[in-house]
């Protein structure tokens, strides 16, 4: 028998024939199971797949059976599926995708390092034709990305970015969107404001972090460490909340990393008979659903997700055909614009 030939890529049933030194179809049979052939044959070739680490093609394997013309397959990694933001950039990409005939496949990290490492694997070996992903905020390892970029799989990031690596990808402009959302609210009146933010092992959290903080130093404010809280989520800003605005020198505003986080603010403040926006004003960043079901409605970032996410397909896209060089990585921003709601005056 050869030596697998492929130096760590993954093997293909054709492989298997030619080091088995049997047909294609002998050895499909086989891992099906079939009784076409011996009991005994089955066994020998089930075992030399199990020992080579063999995983059939389930994409492949689907379009062999169709009777309809192939397809084209883009893997699409959401940390989130229940998360305004991550459904409208999957919006976009689907929308493009489809209008140039590529199917998704679609997955859920759960915010997860070791399920988005798991995902990655799966894509691979089963021959999607791309990857667009956002990274887990949990992410500390970057091996699996790594491995794809190694292998030459088409790569993209949205959103959120491997630091690791010098990948392809598509970000909103988070630095900006931060820098003029606080300066909107300095221009306001405001001057203790604070700001919620997610893990600093996420890029975009580091961009609008320095985007507030150089909104106050353009405006000759100090930024003040007890006014930074790590926070990302409604639950916790509810339970946070309460103790700054109980402080002798409370914020007279908030900047949240993400909508949910400033509602909990705001319904915090709220229950603690705080007028929104007379006592403080608020400021989120997604422009969500959310943003306009809440009371009084909120400011906010918007970060116009199905952009972005149109962007993303029609990057990978370009990689796969060729229409865009892989030798160095590319870059897209799609820009950020404030929309005015009633939590600011």
Not at 294 to 309: I, R
Request: with cysteine; proline share 4%.
């Amino acid at each position: 028998m050869e030596q697998d030939p492929r130096h760590g890529q993954p093997l293909t049933m054709k492989d298997l024939a030619r080091m088995l030194g049997v047909s294609v179809a002998t050895v499909s049979r086989a891992l099906r199971d079939s009784p076409s052939i011996s009991k005994q044959r089955r066994d020998v070739i089930q075992r030399f797949a199990r020992e080579h680490n063999f995983r059939p093609n389930i994409v492949a394997e689907t379009l062999r059976n169709s009777r309809r013309a192939p397809i084209k397959v883009i893997g699409v990694i959401v940390p989130e599926f229940v998360h305004y933001y991550f459904s409208t950039v999957l919006a976009g990409i689907e929308q493009e995708a489809s209008s140039r005939g590529y199917r998704l496949l679609v997955a859920c990290s759960g915010e997860d390092e070791a399920r988005e490492a798991q995902l990655c694997d799966d894509f691979y070996r089963n021959r999607v034709c791309g990857i667009i992903v956002a990274q887990s905020k949990h992410t500390t390892h970057y091996d699996h990305f790594v491995h794809l970029v190694e292998h030459q799989m088409p790569l993209v990031f949205y959103d959120r970015i491997c630091p690791a690596i010098n990948a392809n990808r598509v970000v909103v402009d988070d630095y900006k969107g931060a820098f003029k959302a606080v300066s909107y609210l300095i221009e306001r009146g405001c001057r203790r404001i604070a700001y919620y933010g997610a893990s600093l092992n996420l890029e975009i959290s580091i961009n609008r972090l320095n985007g507030y903080k150089d909104a106050l130093y353009h405006y000759g404010l100090k930024p003040n460490e007890e006014l930074i809280r790590l926070c990302d989520n409604r639950h916790d800003a509810e339970i946070i909340t309460p103790t700054m605005l109980e402080s002798e020198n409370r914020p007279d505003a908030f900047f949240a990393v993400n909508d949910e986080t400033a509602i909990g603010i705001l319904y915090a403040a709220k229950r603690m008979g705080l007028s929104v926006p007379g006592d403080l004003m608020i400021c989120g960043f997604s422009s969500s659903n959310q943003a306009t079901s809440c009371d009084p409605q909120l400011t906010s970032v918007e970060q116009n997700g199905q952009e972005v996410g149109r962007e993303a397909a029609d990057m990978l896209i370009g990689l796969v055909e060729g229409t865009l060089s892989t030798e160095h990585a590319q870059k897209r921003i799609v820009r950020t614009r404030i929309v005015i709601r009633g939590t600011t005056r």
